[in-house]
């Protein structure tokens, strides 16, 4: 059986790579606290960008967490990728979880779900572990695939000993209920619609300038054929001109149908994202990773 599900998509080659790699037990990194006092203050004070200074400057390869304070600081700026990458090959709890936040806005799915695994084969505590499976829901979520989120959440809230991530779960369960009744727009109406009347079908999915481009660019080109064609019958010319206007009336009339059927799919897939993105800043945000690594930002 593979360690996780694989993603398809970009990341297929380092998925396969990781489903191949057998997952050996990893034990837990002890990190001593960063000694930068200068950082702890600045990200008490909301300077972010030079909290990750500070941190970066006193060493991120070193026995201590600054490794992990650099990255919190970074995600603060809503820089992930460089957070992401100063936590490579780092085994700490704190280290797995913070690594898993980071990889999910950037979509690398594969990897936020590897490093669960990694995390429940250390000896960190059950505690982190239930964070670290229900950071791993979290992806599914990201990734659109509701079910497997509920699933997950239902099975978590049954086996977790942690009230407070119990009562947690029962509240993104509540909210993930909102998915079944999102507006949402039928691609063949939107199709339909487009082919009954130019426009129509991104009115429909309100899209209206793109209505409104689609109705001027078919009105120019099937209205300029019929035009050119009742002008060259009267000169008794040939049809040259009026067969390309009508040649590129009927793409664009054709365009017009796909495109109002994109246009419904991107409605949906927005409606679905700000979804996401709700859960996401109530339950799942930077408030709550930093809350969960264990990191603190005292000045002594």
Not at 197 to 217: I, K
Not at 253 to 260: D, E
Request: aromatic share 12%; charged share 20%; net charge negative.
């Amino acid at each position: 059986m593979l360690p996780f599900p694989c993603f398809p998509g970009k990341q297929f080659c380092l998925c396969m790579a990781l489903c191949l790699t057998a997952v050996a037990p990893v034990a837990a990194e002890p990190l001593l606290p960063c000694p930068s006092v200068a950082g702890n203050s600045l990200y008490q004070a909301g300077q972010y960008s030079l909290s990750s200074l500070a941190f970066y400057e006193s060493g991120l390869d070193t026995g201590t967490d600054c490794a992990e304070r650099y990255a919190l600081s970074r995600m603060r700026d809503a820089d992930f990728g460089p957070a992401l990458d100063a936590l490579n090959n780092r085994h700490a709890p704190s280290s797995f979880l913070l690594r898993m936040f980071a990889a999910i806005p950037l979509q690398r799915y594969n990897s936020a779900l590897f490093d669960r695994d990694q995390l429940l084969l250390s000896d960190a505590t059950d505690r982190q572990k239930d964070v670290g499976r229900l950071l791993g829901i979290s992806v599914y979520m990201d990734a659109g695939d509701y079910a497997r989120a509920n699933k997950g959440l239902e099975e978590l809230q049954k086996q977790t000993a942690e009230e407070d991530l119990r009562l947690l779960i029962g509240r993104v369960r509540t909210d993930l209920l909102e998915y079944e009744t999102l507006d949402r727009k039928s691609p063949w109406l939107a199709g339909s619609l487009a082919a009954l009347f130019p426009g129509a079908g991104h009115v429909y999915t309100e899209h209206y300038t793109d209505a409104a481009l689609s109705l001027f660019w078919n009105g120019v080109f099937l209205g300029g054929g019929a035009y050119l064609y009742n002008l060259e019958n009267r000169a008794e010319a040939n049809h040259t001109g009026s067969i390309v206007f009508g040649l590129a009336g009927l793409l664009f009339y054709a365009a017009n149908i796909t495109g109002a059927i994109s246009s419904a799919h991107r409605y949906n897939f927005f409606q679905e994202r700000d979804l996401q993105q709700k859960i996401r800043e109530r339950y799942f945000n930077l408030d709550f990773i930093e809350k969960q690594s264990g990191l603190t930002f005292e000045v002594r």
